[in-house]
């Protein structure tokens, strides 16, 4: 198992819609692959994670709730589409691919997603809630959307100079990981 480095905003693989999964050409490398997104995500204390905030162009993603008031949530989801959203949400979000930004995003409060899991079985989840929103931000990722492209315009060109500042933050980060020990 291995913590792989996530891609920040600006990475031209975060804002492309990945491909389609074969079940078949992947499930070889699917059990690795999906230790490593889930041992990511623990790393840096997140709760849903796309392939390609991993840098692959994969219509899947990862998602890891721990909820006081109900089961734990981990899953995979290959392939995922939504088939029904009722309700709205307006809440604060975050994303590994934006460290240290958080933004208010309008989403769906309840969504029902059919996809396949990580045997390559068919599965459909009915979510509400903070897993409703994961999914939706997750889902976002695979089709290249990110959470700040659903703020209005103005709002997005008063994020302009924060974002700068961040991603000098990130690409420091990125460098003092690169020296050696
Ligand atoms: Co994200």
Same mark, same amino acid.
Not at 73 to 81: A, F, K, L, R, T
Not at 150 to 159: A, D, G, Q, V
């Given at each position: 198992?291995? $913590?792989?480095?996530?891609?920040? @905003?600006?990475?031209?693989?975060?804002?492309?819609?990945?491909?389609?999964?074969?079940?078949?050409?992947?499930?070889?490398?699917?059990?690795?692959?999906?230790?490593?997104?889930?041992? %990511?995500?623990?790393?840096?204390?997140?709760?849903?994670?796309?392939?390609? +905030?991993?840098?692959?162009?994969?219509?899947?993603?990862?998602?890891?709730?721990?909820?006081?008031?109900? !089961?734990?949530?981990?899953?995979?989801i290959?392939?995922?589409?939504?088939?029904?959203? %009722?309700?709205?949400l @307006? !809440?604060?979000?975050?994303?590994?691919?934006?460290?240290?930004?958080?933004?208010?995003v309008?989403?769906?409060?309840?969504?029902?997603?059919?996809?396949?899991?990580?045997?390559?079985?068919p599965?459909? $989840?009915?979510?509400?809630?903070?897993?409703?929103?994961?999914? +939706?931000? !997750?889902?976002?990722?695979?089709?290249? $959307?990110?959470?700040?492209?659903?703020?209005?315009?103005?709002?997005?060109?008063?994020?302009?100079?924060?974002l700068?500042?961040?991603?000098?933050?990130?690409?420091?980060?990125?460098?003092?990981?690169?020296?050696p020990?």
């Amino acid at each position: 198992m291995a $913590i792989r480095r996530i891609c920040k @905003y600006g990475e031209k693989i975060l804002h492309r819609k990945t491909r389609k999964v074969s079940f078949d050409e992947l499930k070889k490398d699917l059990p690795a692959l999906l230790a490593d997104m889930f041992e %990511t995500m623990d790393a840096v204390g997140g709760i849903g994670l796309a392939a390609n +905030q991993i840098g692959l162009s994969l219509r899947l993603a990862a998602i890891k709730i721990k909820r006081e008031d109900a !089961e734990p949530v981990s899953i995979v989801i290959i392939n995922p589409e939504i088939v029904e959203k %009722t309700g709205s949400l @307006y !809440e604060e979000e975050g994303c590994l691919s934006f460290p240290g930004l958080f933004a208010k995003v309008r989403r769906a409060a309840k969504v029902k997603v059919r996809a396949l899991n990580e045997k390559g079985l068919p599965i459909e $989840i009915n979510a509400e809630g903070l897993f409703a929103k994961a999914l +939706q931000h !997750e889902m976002d990722h695979l089709d290249g $959307i990110v959470f700040i492209d659903h703020l209005p315009l103005m709002s997005r060109l008063k994020l302009k100079p924060t974002l700068v500042k961040l991603k000098a933050r990130w690409k420091k980060l990125d460098e003092s990981k690169m020296k050696p020990m």
